[in-house]
């Protein structure tokens, strides 16, 4: 367990992204599903490198949803009490073999050496967090944003980006949109309502 009464430092205030710009070079694949066994063995390898830290663990991104084409890159969520206290994490992932990839306010990404699987740490209760979760949990269960989902990145892919963040940002208002609908429908799964 962490110590709650350690004094909270201020977070960064910066953007930094470790080696600089990456080409994307990886393509939609059919839904793969090893992509769940994959996940639960970085489940354990992260559990196994934070033992003593109180962490939550959700697999997240489209390799989370059962039938969706996705890059084949496995996204996870880690929570943790304090973002700030990176000796508390950070360490124990790097130890683990993760390698830092990105430093932001509230937001820290590690990586396998290979790039196939991207760690997400958030503080627990960033709504970032619960974005992700609802996100998923409505892909999961719907099929028509579903499909509009995977239509969307197929037609992003089919252009040439520089940088890996500018395809991500490039699919917000889709994701937005669909989120949007999540939430008139109601649709609040047990993953997006925990605050992790």
Same mark, same amino acid.
């Given at each position: 367990?962490?110590?709650?009464?350690?004094?909270?430092?201020?977070?960064?205030?910066?953007?930094?992204?470790?080696?600089?710009?990456?080409?994307?070079?990886?393509?939609?694949?059919?839904?793969?599903?090893?992509?769940?066994?994959?996940?639960?063995?970085?489940?354990?390898?992260?559990?196994?490198?934070?033992?003593?830290?109180?962490?939550? $663990?959700?697999?997240?991104?489209?390799?989370?949803?059962?039938?969706?084409?996705?890059?084949?890159? $496995?996204?996870?969520?880690?929570? $943790?009490?304090?973002?700030?206290?990176?000796?508390?994490?950070?360490?124990?992932?790097?130890?683990?073999?993760?390698?830092?990839?990105?430093?932001?306010?509230?937001?820290?990404?590690?990586?396998?050496?290979?790039?196939?699987?991207?760690?997400?740490?958030?503080?627990?209760?960033?709504?970032?967090?619960?974005?992700?979760?609802?996100?998923?949990?409505?892909?999961?269960?719907?099929?028509?944003?579903?499909?509009?989902?995977?239509?969307?990145?197929?037609?992003?892919?089919?252009?040439?980006?520089?940088?890996?963040?500018?395809?991500?940002?490039?699919?917000?208002? $889709?994701?937005?949109?669909?989120?949007?609908?999540?939430?008139?429908?109601?649709?609040?799964?047990?993953?997006?309502?925990?605050?992790?």
């Amino acid at each position: 367990m962490t110590n709650s009464s350690k004094p909270r430092r201020p977070d960064v205030t910066t953007v930094e992204i470790i080696g600089g710009p990456e080409v994307l070079k990886v393509g939609l694949g059919s839904y793969d599903p090893r992509w769940p066994e994959i996940y639960l063995q970085h489940r354990r390898r992260i559990l196994d490198a934070l033992a003593g830290v109180d962490v939550d $663990v959700e697999h997240i991104g489209s390799t989370s949803v059962p039938g969706l084409a996705a890059k084949p890159i $496995v996204d996870i969520v880690v929570a $943790v009490t304090d973002i700030t206290a990176e000796e508390d994490y950070l360490d124990g992932l790097l130890a683990a073999g993760y390698e830092l990839r990105v430093r932001e306010p509230g937001h820290r990404l590690v990586r396998t050496p290979a790039r196939d699987v991207h760690v997400h740490v958030y503080e627990r209760g960033d709504a970032a967090v619960h974005e992700y979760l609802l996100f998923r949990d409505h892909l999961r269960t719907d099929a028509d944003d579903r499909a509009l989902y995977e239509s969307a990145k197929r037609a992003l892919l089919d252009q040439r980006w520089n940088d890996m963040n500018d395809y991500a940002d490039a699919k917000t208002d $889709v994701i937005l949109a669909i989120k949007n609908r999540a939430r008139e429908s109601g649709h609040s799964s047990e993953g997006a309502r925990r605050s992790l």
